[in-house]
Every structure is written in C-alpha cells, then in structure tokens.
C-alpha cells in the first residue's frame, strides 16, 4: 500500500476537480461542520481548488505574500483524501495544516503517512513549526495527531460553529525562532 501526495495544478484541474466533488458528495455530512468547502455548491470547490492554485502562483511572483498548499492523496493511486498546509509565505516560520481522509480510507494509517510527506515538504520550505485545531469531539483526529508527536498547546471555545477546539503544534526544527 503507498501513499503519495498530488499536488493541485491547473494542468490536471478538470480530473482533479471530478474526484474532490465525487468524494466530497460522498463525505458531506462528515465534513460539512469542519470545512466550508464542503458545502453543497459546485462553486465553493472551484473557489478552493482555484485559490490553492492561483495563490501559490502570486506567492512566487511577491515572496511575502502567504499562500495555501492543496495535495490529493493517493493510496495505490486512487483518491484517498486532501491535505493542506494554509497560510505559508517565505519569511513565516509556520504553518497550519489540515487534512480529511475518505470514509473507506479512515484507520488504515493513510492521514499519519501523508502528514509525514506533508512535514517533509513543510522542512524543504523552511517551516518550523506546523500547527493545526481539531474539534474537542474528534477523536480519530486527536489520536492520529497524538501519535504522529503533535502536543496539546490550548483548549478554546469557537463562538461562531459553538464547539471546543483544542490547537495543537509540532516543532520541524530544534531551532528557536
């Protein structure tokens, strides 16, 4: 079983774009609390897909700009999921990430080998540290970052969606920043 990350172009959009609405349909109720691009519309994945893509594009044209990083999972090749790092620019020492699996990919170890392949790149781009929220309730979630050596830094309750959100960070480098 391998796991490889894709990322998000606009020379593979059309398929790409096929496979995020498909899965996403079929993981709406599961995801629709925790990402707004899962919402019904066709045009919020358009908005997501494009802004990972466009973003980055404008990011190497203006280094200070932050942008996002979108990747496809692939497990043996077929869509597994969607990770990304937000908020990345050239002189930030941080990031945050965020990561869904397809419900037939859940517990098969698939989101902890691509958060590894998600930090790898994170090191090749001189991060430092990546940080990330889960839903007190989400279990699955705080097991697997638990086990792939993030810590608990604060608990807080997010007034707007009503729920406690722990945040969570992994230092890449032992340097001080």
């Not at 007190?136 to 309750?157: A, C, E, T």
């Amino acid at each position: 079983m391998s796991v490889e990350l894709e990322e998000f172009s606009l020379r593979h959009f059309i398929p790409q774009f096929r496979e995020f609405n498909s899965v996403t349909k079929e993981n709406r109720t599961r995801l629709e609390p925790y990402f707004w691009w899962a919402r019904a519309t066709a045009i919020t994945h358009i908005v997501f897909i494009m802004s990972g893509i466009l973003a980055e594009k404008l990011s190497q044209i203006a280094h200070d700009l932050p942008y996002n990083k979108k990747f496809i999972i692939r497990q043996d090749g077929k869509f597994a999921g969607v990770v990304g790092l937000d908020d990345m620019s050239q002189n930030s020492p941080r990031t945050e990430l965020w990561i869904f699996v397809t419900r037939e990919c859940t517990g098969q170890n698939i989101a902890s080998q691509a958060i590894k392949l998600v930090e790898e790149y994170a090191t090749q781009k001189s991060i430092k540290k990546i940080c990330t929220r889960v839903e007190y309730g989400n279990w699955p979630s705080r097991g697997m970052l638990q086990k792939n050596d993030y810590k608990i830094y604060k608990s807080r309750l997010n007034r707007w969606r009503g729920v406690v959100e722990q945040f969570w960070h992994k230092k890449l480098s032992d340097k001080n920043y």
